[in-house]
């Protein structure tokens, strides 16, 4: 996601914002992005599958800081009552 790190940097920039938090989903996250971030002091709140995302498995599975794992209770399909 090329547009997302020029957009935090105009949002920064126009409402004097010191701390960011970015919260993105995994079509947003990459080496490079997260990369970016860093450099600029921002965090960053990842949405994506923790085993299937490579970066997600690289990069913050491999760090030790601690983090929280939330996983959304999935809806299951309502059986139809038969005729």
């Known amino acids: 996601m090329k547009s997302l790190v020029p957009i935090v940097d105009r949002l920064r920039a126009r409402f004097s914002i010191v701390d960011v938090t970015v919260v993105?989903?995994?079509?947003?996250?990459?080496?490079?992005t997260l990369g970016e971030l860093e450099q600029r002091g921002c965090g960053y709140i990842l949405g994506a599958r923790m085993r299937r995302e490579k970066v997600v498995r690289?990069?913050?599975l491999a760090d030790e800081t601690p983090f929280e794992e939330i996983v959304k209770q999935r809806r299951t399909r309502k059986t139809r009552p038969t005729a």
């Open 58 to 60: 690289d990069k913050v």
């Open 24 to 32: 993105a989903d995994r079509g947003m996250v990459s080496e490079q």
